[in-house]
């Protein structure tokens, strides 16, 4: 059985190498920092196996335009660790604490760029699919972006229909853009 770890200042550092090596293309140590120091309520997580093992990421934010709404913040689990079954346990626990916290919908974002095996795995385990295009979020039109939204008690989940997610702020964060 898998279990959440709370990333804090004791164990960023494993969080960032696992981050690095999921996404080593990104970067995601401002986010864990303001997370870590009060300046965001997002939560951030080690995902750590029943060894003991720390095996993926993962984390719960929100934004102020949907309050209904947990989004799934850098998730991923360790190529060694695939094939396990801990990338649906991960998002299960992370649906979990999302209804824990009263969310009604659980919803996350990727880019369609050599993303096939996740985008699969989103479908795969009830999420639904939309592109996400705003023009007053200009990273959002640079790689196309979508959108996977889940309801968290079963039923229709209301689709984003191209809410501004301001995807340009985290891309500043992620690449200094």
């Known amino acids: 059985m898998l279990k959440y770890e709370r990333v804090d200042q004791n164990n960023v550092g494993i969080a960032i190498a696992i981050q690095n090596t999921l996404f080593p293309e990104e970067n995601g ?21 029943e060894d003991g093992s720390y095996v993926g990421i993962s984390g719960l934010y929100h934004y102020p335009v949907d ?27 992370f649906e979990q604490l999302a209804r824990d916290q009263g969310y009604r ?13 996740a985008i699969q795995f989103y479908l795969s385990i009830g999420y639904t699919c939309e592109k996400y295009k705003n023009e007053d979020d200009p990273a959002s039109l640079k790689p196309p972006l979508l959108i996977f939204s889940k309801s968290l008690y079963g039923g229709c989940v209301t689709p984003w229909n191209n809410r501004n997610i301001d995807f340009t702020s985290q891309a500043r964060k992620q690449w200094g853009e």
């Open 105 to 117: 919908y659980a919803r996350l974002y990727t880019d369609e760029h050599d993303n096939d095996e």
């Open 67 to 93: 309050a209904e709404s947990a989004w799934l913040g850098w998730f991923g689990i360790k190529e060694e660790y695939r094939r396990r079954h801990y990338g649906s346990q991960t998002i299960a626990l």
């Open 29 to 49: 140590r401002m986010n864990y920092e303001e997370a870590i120091n009060g300046i965001t309520d997002f939560q951030y997580y080690l995902v750590v196996d």
